[in-house]
């Protein structure tokens, strides 16, 4: 609104504004002007709303949905095996929800709609005071876990514990399966649940990997099956760990670089025996369990993973 200054009437308003007069009469005939008055919320009705936490259930409850499903494999004896997998069926996300329920013209009637989309669906769930978490893939971090962390870190400060060497000089190495079951999966629930882990698929097509990264080296090995059993699984002992990094960690040791492993049995066992020493490999001492961030050979994985 315009205060009007002495010598102004009203006459004068709607040419300072630029408004019409009728405007201005009809503003001055309010108590308040417009900034000051505060518009009612609109309500739903009550039948709009039943249809909303309608939907908004039908949704929870197809993000909950388990079933089980068999699948069938032969065992390293030529035997065939009946599994059963319990799997989050049929749906995971917003998108596959409303894919779902378009394709179900029974669950269209219950919420009364001739077709729904994801972004209603999305949008009925967060109303509900639900939001996507991300499954964690893998175990928990311990105290002692975290406590070993700690203490390796502290350990590669200077001047605590100088390293003997450079931290450019290191070839970090791991193991990685890549399977058809690998990706990110969320989990709709609200603040303060607790948030199951993922559960993976034991079927599906995949294939191990060795590889060792580092300042201006890098290997990297296709872990073979066990062709003595014609079993398909890979298992990682002392045996077939230093058959496959035999070649590769002896180019570490060429490249006057330090050996880092994580602490798998496999691992351990033979660093205990002496495998390393015997060829003059130096390995990093003290490497904390569960601490897969700490290697970059994890971002290598990421890289390749996607």
Known sequence: MVHMSQGENAEQIPKLVKVSPATVRAWMKRPEPPS??????????????????????????????????????????????????????????PTKVARYI???KKLLHNIG??????????????GAAMKPYMKRNGPRFTERHLRLRVEFARGLLYPVRPLPFLLEEIAFTDE?????????????????????????DQHGHKIMVWAAV???????????????????????NEASYVKVIDVHAKAVRDAHLVFQQDGAAGHKKAERNGWFENRGIRVLKNWPPNSPDLSPIETLWAVIAR
């Open 36 to 93: 000051k008055r505060t518009r009612k919320p609109t309500e739903l009705s009550t039948k709009r709303a039943l249809v909303r936490t309608r939907r908004a259930e039908m949704a929870e409850s197809l993000l909950r949905t388990k079933v089980i499903r068999t699948a069938r494999r032969s065992s390293p004896l030529g035997f065939s095996v009946k599994t059963a997998l319990i799997v989050t069926m049929p749906v995971n996300s």
């Open 176 to 200: 990685k399966w890549f399977d058809s079951d690998d990706g990110r999966e969320v989990y709709w629930a609200r603040k303060g649940d607790d948030i199951p882990h993922r559960r993976r």
């Open 113 to 126: 709609r001739a077709k729904v989309s994801a972004a209603t669906i999305r949008r009925d769930l967060k």
């Open 214 to 236: 580092g300042f201006n080296f890098r290997r990297i090995v296709r872990i073979p099956r066990d062709s003595t059993t014609n079993s398909a699984a890979i298992k990682i």
């Open 102 to 104: 378009n394709q179900d």
